[in-house]
């Protein structure tokens, strides 16, 4: 898939000296950066989520208990 993407030409050479220094391709960095900032949004999302169940049900456990629980121990 091609993608086009319009920029003015100091976000060009922004983003292509941030590629060269990281020595990989415009093409990868756009690439890994998207799907960063898509990764990241999920795990806030998933984080958000997992407070406010929490915050309905404060328990917490120990590792040992966990261990203990789960027969690793």
Do not use: C, H, W
Not at 23 to 46: A, C, G, N, P, T
Request: no cysteine; aromatic share 6%.
């Amino acid at each position: 898939m091609t993608i086009s993407l319009r920029l003015n030409e100091e976000d060009t050479q922004l983003i292509k000296k941030y590629a060269e220094l990281n020595k990989m391709s415009v093409s990868e960095l756009v690439r890994q950066s998207v799907l960063e900032k898509i990764e990241d949004e999920y795990d806030l999302r998933i984080y958000e989520a997992a407070m406010k169940e929490f915050k309905k049900n404060p328990v917490t456990y120990t590792l040992d208990e966990v261990e203990a629980e789960l027969g690793l121990k």
